[in-house]
């Protein structure tokens, strides 16, 4: 479904990305972890090009998002993204938040689309909230309108980019549900998370990434129990180390 | 100061046919509204198209827009008035050109070079404006707007313009406040707008301090009918839960 | 709201000024040992800024008669003489308010005038008349019919041109420029066929023309206006000493050398001839000097 085959990408003189090969297959929840600054954000923010890279190549289903033929935006309809910090529009309500791209991008008449939008909306547990403004809503909440956006557009993968890091603690649970509510259901996922729970229990596999290389690939039990590189180690002691 | 007041001067003929002088300023107070009013429209539209213009990652167009900003904005309106209404004619085709000097109307021809010299001049600055207020929104909104496959045009015309327009009422407000005193400029080609008729009544009545006490009293009663509209239009495009607007 | 906020400011410090009303000006000269000279920056060959920063011109040389009859009357030999330059639109209240202490520019004296400043004994007088291309085939006011005709703003001949086209129902387009000089402008660049204005002005800016044998004043004057100084109103001491002045220059016959230095020979900056001979109207004036308005006669 994804592939990176030897990525590069610099920011001036930081090689941010530093010869990425990494496949999910189809159906296959991975989870990115890494230290901050390691180049997982980035990483995932080249699956849909909002990030080029500078070498090599990612295949998103079957189309090389690189190559410049590429029709970005019919790549980019079937490719959701969930963003860290939501990026709801705040000046649409709930509902037009959600029905804005499949009407305009796909062309759905408005009756589809609402009606679309509230089956979401009752997914992820916010159907009573669809005529209300982002503003008004918790950041659990307005993570869920993201989440249920970013389906609209009936996505063949989903991307997370630390969906949670930017919540309260005690919205992170509403929005993990959903999450693994959406793996179970069998969407092709990619997360970029600091919430080794979720990638105990619902990852297929974990992705260790430091200085922009892919450092330990392992199956969540085996990452967490045994992980064979000393930066993972330390990552994971500092993580589950309270209070630091 | 032996100063002969005579506040019924407005109502005493101006030797003009059955003119009084009120009627003057009622005149010009049609042609400064008729001069602010379509040099607006016509300055939101091309300020906007310039201020987005400004934000493209195309280099070659958002080069032209500031080209467009600092030209505009830098040569004073009286010298744009005189560029508009004296030399660009000149320029124009033999026939154009006597068409336009000679048998239009001159009011009529004087009112399309102050309201295209007012409307490129105002645009420059809507152009700053506008650019201010969607490089204020947040870099999420365009990377949310692309990731679910919007083009370009549907990025900039249902995320971030909506939004952009609700930040910048404010500055906008003052714009088009602006444009109206600025459409006093047209006296200097004859167009007989408000300041103008205030002037010549003024000069004619050598009633000076009525005829520019009228004036203030027109203009002030002027913006603030335009500043209620305005705030009427912020607050009926006002996020819900959100306290004064976008952010 | 900046436009306002100018005008309230400028009544604000007009009435600042008005506090004491200054109705002797002789003792005010006297107090201060100053006298303040209005003056105009453009209007030639009247009263202009050309050379220096101090003003010259036919009726600033009669102004400067009145302030050597000042001096002898107050006894100030060294009595200390202040420019100030005054706008169509200052010089009015300019005066009111006790800035300026006597004006002489090209105002005409007329009744609306009357009612907020007194006027001196005429200085010169004028017929509104046309100036307008050799070639146009222009001979006079009924020839503009339908046509494109410019006059300067706030000018009588504005008002003249504006009821001559209501009442004969011309069907004129008359274009109101700023000064004189964009009535020319307007002119020169073909947007009128002729310009209406009083004609010693035509004739300052016939002499500006880049060749002015293309043009020609022309038409049955259709009003006369007398220029004269403007003062304050009940004050007659002073109006006394400024009438005798001039007065006294015309009945010398100095009159004749200064109409001659600035209308029949070349003057600054351009060192254009005005060529424009005295008119018998305005020598009837200087036989029998009066500070009447042209209308009250």
């Known amino acids: ?244 | 100061m032996n100063y002969n007041w005579d506040w019924n001067v407005f109502f005493k003929s101006t030797g003009i046919g059955s003119e009084i002088y009120l009627d003057w300023f009622v005149s010009g107070l049609g042609w400064t509204i008729a001069v602010a009013l379509v040099a607006w429209i016509v300055a939101l539209i091309i300020g906007s198209v310039l201020g987005v213009m400004r934000t493209l990652p195309n280099k070659l167009l958002s080069g032209i827009a500031t080209a467009y900003v600092e030209l505009f904005r830098n040569v004073p309106l009286l010298v744009q008035l005189f560029i508009w209404y004296f030399m660009v004619p000149d320029y124009l085709p033999e026939s154009t050109q006597v068409w336009f000097k000679q048998e239009l109307n001159p009011a009529t021809s004087a009112y399309i070079s102050v309201v295209v010299c007012l409307a490129l001049f105002t645009a420059a600055r809507v152009c700053e404006q506008v650019r201010t207020g969607i490089q204020a929104l947040p870099k999420g909104q365009s990377a949310a707007a692309l990731a679910v496959g919007f083009t370009l045009p549907q990025m900039y015309r249902h995320v971030l313009l909506p939004q952009a327009f609700r930040i910048i009422i404010p500055p906008l407000t003052s714009e088009f406040l602006n444009i109206f005193k600025n459409s006093s400029v047209a006296s200097l080609i004859g167009l007989m707008e408000l300041l103008a008729q205030t002037k010549q009544t003024a000069e004619f009545t050598a009633n000076m301090f009525e005829a520019f006490t009228l004036a203030t009293l027109i203009y002030f009663v002027l913006n603030m009918s335009l500043m209620t509209f305005m705030s009427w239009v912020e607050k009926k495009v006002r996020i819900p839960g959100m306290m004064g607007g976008a952010k | ?297």
Request: glycine share 6%.
């Open chain 3, 1 to 297: 709201m900046r436009f306002t906020t100018r005008l309230l400011t400028t009544a604000v410090i007009a009435s600042a000024f008005a506090a004491p009303a200054m109705a002797n000006t002789l003792e005010k000269i006297k107090d201060s040992g100053v006298i303040v000279l209005g003056h105009r920056d453009a209007s030639i060959p009247f009263s202009y800024l050309a050379d220096g920063p101090n003003p010259i011109g036919y009726s600033h040389d009669l102004q400067l008669k009145v302030v050597e009859a000042v001096k002898k009357q107050l006894k100030m030999p060294n009595l200390q003489v202040k420019y100030n330059l005054v706008t169509s639109q200052t010089r009015i209240p300019l005066v009111q308010n006790g800035t300026v202490d006597l004006e002489c520019g090209s105002t005409t004296n007329n009744l609306e005038r009357q009612k907020q400043v007194a006027f001196s004994v005429g200085i010169f007088e004028i017929g509104t008349r046309l100036m307008t291309a050799k070639t146009s085939g222009v001979k006079d006011f009924p020839d503009l019919k339908g046509k494109n005709v410019v006059t300067t703003a706030g000018t009588t001949s504005e008002r003249l041109l504006k009821a001559m086209n209501a009442e004969k129902q011309m069907g004129m387009n008359i274009i109101s420029a700023k000064d004189h000089g964009e009535s020319f402008l307007m002119l020169e660049t073909g947007r009128a066929v002729a310009f209406m204005m009083d004609d010693a002005l035509l004739y300052g800016e016939m002499a500006k023309a880049k060749n002015p044998a293309n043009w020609v004043v022309t038409g049955k004057p259709q009003s006369f206006e007398i220029y004269g100084c403007m003062l304050r109103k009940d004050d007659p001491a002073f109006k006394k000493v400024v009438d005798d002045a001039i007065k006294a220059t015309f009945k010398s016959g100095e009159i004749n050398k200064i109409y001659s230095k600035w209308f029949m020979n070349p003057v600054p900056p351009k060192g254009q001839n005005l060529s424009f001979p005295m008119s018998d109207e305005f020598k009837e004036l200087i036989a029998k000097p009066t500070d009447k308005s042209a209308e009250q006669m």
């Open chain 1, 1 to 244: 479904m994804i592939r990176f085959n030897n990525v590069h990408k610099w920011f001036k003189d930081l090689h941010v990305l530093n010869g990425i090969n990494l496949q999910v297959q189809q159906g296959e929840v991975v989870v990115v972890c890494g230290p901050s600054g390691s180049g997982k954000s980035t990483l995932i923010r080249t699956v849909n090009q909002l990030e080029s890279i500078n070498e090599g190549e990612i295949w998103v289903d079957g189309k090389n998002v690189a190559d410049p033929k590429t029709n970005l935006n019919a790549l980019r309809a079937e490719v959701g993204f969930v963003f860290q910090h939501f990026n709801l529009y705040p000046h649409l309500s709930v509902l037009d938040n959600i029905t804005l791209s499949p009407m305009k991008v796909k062309g759905m008449d408005r009756a589809a689309a609402d009606k679309q939008a509230v089956t979401l909306l009752e997914r992820v547990g916010l159907a009573h909230k669809k005529d209300a403004f982002p503003a008004m809503l918790s950041g659990g909440q307005q993570q869920r309108v993201a989440i249920a956006r970013g389906l609209a557009m009936e996505p063949r993968v989903m991307l997370f980019d630390e969906p949670t890091s930017a919540l309260d603690p005690e919205m992170i649970g509403e929005v993990l549900k959903v999450m693994k509510d959406l793996a179970e259901s069998g969407m092709t996922m990619m997360v970029v998370t600091h919430e080794m729970g979720f990638a105990r229990e619902v990852a297929d596999r974990v992705v260790f990434v430091d200085h922009g290389q892919i450092i330990e690939e392992a199956h969540p039990e085996h990452f967490f129990t045994n992980p064979q590189h000393d930066r993972a180690k330390q990552f994971l002691r500092q993580l589950l180390t309270p209070m630091n």
